[in-house]
């Protein structure tokens, strides 16, 4: 999967360059992906079926951090996934290339049609797949219907996904992000890899201490003050949750360096 980010389309723009990367054109959606759960993965299987009919690249643009952690991180408890782990989530569903977004107000600032716009222009973009609430531009202004007209007007061919629900044995929740991460920290792992369709896991870049690591250093939820059995790369260990640090016991430390991302499974 190729990746590219939001500053090389916006250069290839300003200076009239057309990558021929996207000779063939593309199909595009764009979100958080926080996650990966099942409603995104209904969303795109759709884009990738729709791409391999029509010979066209799949792709996504999200963000660098989701979109809730910059605009409300008063009361944001933390991703459900690392931009690493959303990477290889997308190559393993058959995307072709992710474009990443570091969200600053200069984008924030641009109107919802001069975005897709930019995505016809920089990557020849033929087709969009959306949820059906999905919104985009400033403000949120371009909801689905401006984005249908626009698809019309230029065209660009379209689905429109509805929402994914899980029944939690009294009534039906819409599958959400924000819903996993409750989950996550209440403890119900069973829960949240039912709908993640994985274990929820903590990514951890491994440092000098050893088996120590600070919370600080992770963006993730991370599960209340507890002790906990877990996996890595399939071998169960168990993991210490602390105000201030996560520690992993390890029977065979020596295979880690320093630098290297582990993936703590939460079953």
Same mark, same amino acid.
């Given at each position: 999967?190729?990746?590219?980010?939001?500053?090389?389309? *916006? %250069? +290839?723009?300003?200076? @009239?360059? =057309?990558?021929?990367?996207?000779?063939?054109?593309?199909?595009? &959606?764009? !979100?958080?992906?926080?996650?990966?759960?099942?409603?995104?993965?209904?969303?795109?299987?759709?884009?990738?079926?729709?791409?391999?009919?029509?010979?066209?690249?799949?792709?996504?643009?999200?963000?660098?951090?989701?979109?809730?952690?910059?605009?409300? *991180? %008063? +009361?944001?408890?933390? @991703?459900? =996934?690392?931009?690493?782990?959303?990477?290889?989530?997308?190559? &393993?569903? !058959?995307?072709?290339?992710?474009?990443?977004?570091?969200?600053?107000?200069?984008?924030?600032?641009?109107?919802?049609?001069?975005?897709?716009?930019?995505?016809?222009?920089?990557?020849?973009?033929?087709?969009?797949?959306?949820?059906?609430?999905?919104?985009?531009?400033?403000?949120?202004?371009?909801?689905?219907?401006?984005?249908?007209?626009?698809?019309?007007?230029?065209?660009?061919?379209?689905?429109?996904?509805?929402?994914?629900?899980?029944?939690?044995?009294?009534?039906?929740?819409?599958?959400?992000?924000?819903?996993?991460?409750?989950?996550?920290?209440?403890?119900?792992?069973?829960?949240?890899?039912?709908?993640?369709?994985?274990?929820?896991?903590?990514?951890?870049?491994?440092?000098?201490?050893?088996?120590?690591?600070?919370?600080?250093?992770?963006?993730?939820?991370?599960?209340?003050?507890?002790?906990?059995?877990?996996?890595?790369?399939?071998?169960?260990?168990?993991?210490?949750?602390?105000?201030?640090?996560?520690?992993?016991?390890?029977?065979?430390?020596?295979?880690?360096?320093?630098?290297?991302?582990?993936?703590?499974?939460?079953?």
């Amino acid at each position: 999967m190729k990746v590219f980010s939001w500053n090389e389309i *916006k %250069e +290839d723009l300003e200076r @009239d360059y =057309s990558q021929s990367y996207f000779k063939s054109g593309s199909g595009i &959606s764009i !979100g958080s992906f926080d996650g990966l759960h099942k409603g995104h993965r209904v969303l795109l299987n759709t884009l990738v079926d729709y791409c391999r009919k029509n010979k066209l690249l799949s792709g996504v643009v999200s963000f660098s951090r989701p979109l809730p952690s910059v605009k409300h *991180k %008063e +009361d944001y408890q933390g @991703d459900i =996934s690392t931009l690493d782990q959303r990477l290889k989530l997308f190559e &393993s569903l !058959g995307i072709d290339f992710a474009i990443i977004v570091d969200f600053d107000d200069e984008f924030a600032s641009i109107k919802g049609i001069e975005f897709l716009q930019m995505l016809v222009n920089a990557c020849n973009m033929t087709y969009i797949a959306e949820g059906i609430d999905f919104r985009c531009g400033y403000m949120g202004s371009t909801d689905a219907s401006s984005i249908k007209l626009f698809a019309e007007n230029n065209n660009v061919k379209y689905d429109f996904v509805d929402p994914v629900f899980y029944n939690n044995g009294t009534e039906e929740d819409r599958i959400s992000s924000s819903y996993i991460r409750s989950m996550v920290l209440k403890r119900f792992f069973t829960t949240a890899t039912e709908l993640l369709e994985r274990p929820y896991s903590i990514q951890i870049a491994v440092n000098s201490e050893g088996q120590v690591f600070s919370r600080e250093l992770t963006s993730q939820a991370v599960p209340p003050v507890g002790a906990y059995h877990c996996k890595l790369d399939g071998e169960e260990i168990r993991v210490e949750i602390t105000e201030n640090d996560i520690i992993c016991h390890f029977t065979d430390s020596q295979r880690y360096k320093p630098g290297d991302l582990i993936n703590i499974d939460f079953e």
